[in-house]
């Protein structure tokens, strides 16, 4: 692993490939730590992409790895090293047979759960093969845990602390000496292998800890955060989210804005804080709802748009942990946190000069008594239709998406962005009934056609 960090850095190689955001944070301390050879522990709110960074250390070993063939700890063919291993070296000399195991099977990883044995991490006398004529002292009896199984690879364990603390002393003498104890077989297997572990900090005090003595013996401990930047959120959002509709990049702005507008509310139990996957579920839902309005409209083309937003909302309450004196809120805490999101991202995106003129020739639109309604199952042309042709309209839409090309549901999309801007600048009104979102004039006509604010 270390050989090929080391070239990675001199050929100025991605050295975490798939990981966004912790290229300057977290990322040079997990290179510092692999080239001192030290074991470590990532600390993080969940959802911050500790596992997906831990798997990510695959790509580090050697694609091919030679083994004694049928070897359950992968001894090296040149040092056997189990009593199996040491007896066929000894019968067969150089006519060893030896196996290749690629680097995606020498990773093992465990959950920790308070059921977790001994024997499941380290090992056990396998009582059939006591059964088949073997003495009780004979070390071949053995059946090797995760942990020895692993051998020349890396073995994780996730959330750590709520591995039982008499579990946790089993692995003191893996971690320091590098080698096993079965029950009362003298072992002395120099095993090669890197352990890493994840944890929450909550956890240290809420479910569980993680003991002194095997903390003592991590080499390091990194912590680990959600993304620093939006735009860093955003690629996030577009590399994990499974997405099969058109989600425009102003949605994908919002839905960011939206997830760290939740994590820095004093409504939200901040030690639990708000995971990734909260944004990509968040995108996954908006895609579905386009899915939908297409297969219910017959648009050939499904785009998500920000009235769907408002429907997407309720269903994410149950990623969300709020502090207790905001029971009975939660779905009103996040549409206030949802709306505040659009107008922070109507204003990056439509707040400047270029789109002041639609904007006006928008407005103007509304007061002159027209209406635009729209719904989760109302068409892009039924929009498109009730707007009609709109000076700087088709400007407006390149500078929103300059990334995409154009087409009706996109423009539509644009269209009801800019609406719901309007709304919540206070410039236009809005009532929704029954499912149905109707933008209109905030000024009343009176009896003599005059206008009203």
């Known amino acids: 692993m270390q050989e090929n960090l080391l070239r990675r850095l001199r050929e100025g190689q991605e050295t975490l490939p798939g990981i966004v955001g912790f290229e300057q944070t977290v990322g040079p301390q997990v290179e510092r730590a692999i080239l001192a050879g030290h074991d470590f522990v990532l600390l993080g709110e969940r959802g911050q992409g500790k596992t997906r960074l831990i798997r990510s250390l695959i ?39 030896i196996d290749w195991r690629h680097r995606s099977e020498r990773y093992g990883e465990k959950l920790a759960t308070p059921d977790t044995s001994v024997g499941d991490l380290v090992g056990d006398i396998d009582p059939v093969k006591v059964a088949e004529g073997r003495s009780l002292g004979d070390p071949e009896t053995i059946h090797y845990g995760l942990v020895p199984r692993t051998n020349r690879g890396i073995f994780a364990i996730n959330e750590l602390p709520d591995l039982v603390e008499r579990i946790q002393v089993a692995l003191l003498n893996v971690l320091e000496e590098r080698d096993i104890q079965v029950r009362g077989y003298s072992l002395r297997l120099p095993l090669d292998m890197m352990i890493v572990a994840s944890a929450n900090p909550e956890d240290y005090t809420n479910r569980g800890r993680i003991i002194t003595p095997l903390k003592d013996r991590f080499g390091a401990e990194i912590r680990t955060h959600y993304p620093l930047e939006l735009d860093v959120e955003v690629q996030l959002l577009q590399q994990e ?36 996957r909260f944004s990509i579920a968040c995108v996954e839902e908006l895609s579905g709802a386009a899915l939908r309005r297409a297969a219910i409209t017959g648009e050939a083309e499904p785009v998500a748009r920000v009235s769907d937003l408002v429907d997407v909302v309720p269903s994410l ?9 905001e029971e009975g809120y939660e779905d009103e805490t996040l549409g206030l946190l949802a709306r505040q999101a659009v107008a922070e991202s109507w204003r990056a995106h439509l707040g400047g000069q270029g789109a002041r003129p639609f904007l006006t020739r928008l407005v103007e639109w509304f007061d002159e008594g027209s209406t635009l309604e729209t719904s989760d199952v109302v068409s892009s042309s039924a929009i498109l239709q009730a707007i009609g042709p709109i000076e700087g309209l088709g400007s407006v839409v390149s500078m929103v998406e300059p990334d995409m090309d154009a087409s009706a549901g996109l423009t539509a999309s644009v269209i009801e962005f800019a609406a719901e801007g309007l709304w919540l600048t206070r410039r236009i009104d809005k009532d929704e009934i029954e499912g149905m979102t109707t933008y209109a004039s905030s000024r009343v006509q009176d009896e003599d056609g005059g206008i009203t604010p």
């Not at 063939?69 to 150089?94: F, K, Q, Y």
């Not at 509310?265 to 639990?272: F, G």
């Not at 309450?317 to 004196?325: A, I, L, N, P, Y």
């Open 317 to 325: 309450r149950g990623k969300v942990e709020f502090d207790v004196t």
């Open 241 to 276: 989210a499974h997405i099969q509709a058109v989600i425009p990049h102003h949605l994908l702005d919002i839905v960011a804005r939206f997830t760290r507008g939740v994590r820095e509310s004093t409504a939200v139990d901040q030690r639990s804080g708000v995971s990734a």
């Open 59 to 97: 790509g580090l070993l050697d694609d091919w790895m030679p083994y004694v063939e049928g070897c359950e700890i992968n001894d090296e063919p040149t040092a056997p090293m189990c009593a199996r291993c040491r007896r066929l070296s000894a019968e067969l000399g150089d006519h060893l047979p």
